[in-house]
């Protein structure tokens, strides 16, 4: 039985892959949340009772900025037509991963510049 070749192994996919390549590689996601096509900084991803989600700074909004620039909570689920961009990002000092909200829970965390 021949092994494939690294290059020929297909990398996992599915939105949770998606988040953890773009934390660890510092790197944007575009996606659909509420109807509106956004595009996120993803800096964590962590659980709560058996749900995920993704700690991100919101970089746009329909194509345009947003009002107020925030470090925001997505329940992974809600995040449609997830893809990873080229679009590189810096950690924002909003990112606390000490944070009780955390409960010990981050499956992933972006790791400072």
């Not at 996120?40 to 659980?47: D, G, K, N, Q, S």
């Not at 997505?74 to 997830?82: D, Q, S, V, W």
């Not at 000490?98 to 972006?110: F, N, P, Q, R, W």
Request: proline share 8%; net charge negative; charged share 25%.
């Amino acid at each position: 039985m021949k092994l494939p070749a690294d290059d020929e192994v297909a990398a996992p996919a599915g939105p949770a892959p998606t988040i953890f390549e773009a934390i660890v590689r510092k790197t944007c996601v575009s996606a659909t949340y509420n109807r509106t096509e956004i595009i996120l900084a993803p800096h964590a991803m962590w659980t709560r009772h058996g749900d995920m989600f993704v700690d991100a700074v919101t970089l746009r909004l329909n194509d345009a900025p947003p009002r107020e620039v925030k470090l925001g909570t997505f329940k992974l689920i809600g995040l449609g037509n997830l893809q990873r961009t080229d679009e590189k990002f810096f950690v924002s000092e909003m990112f606390q991963p000490g944070d009780a909200k955390y409960g010990g829970e981050i499956l992933l965390a972006v790791e400072p510049d």
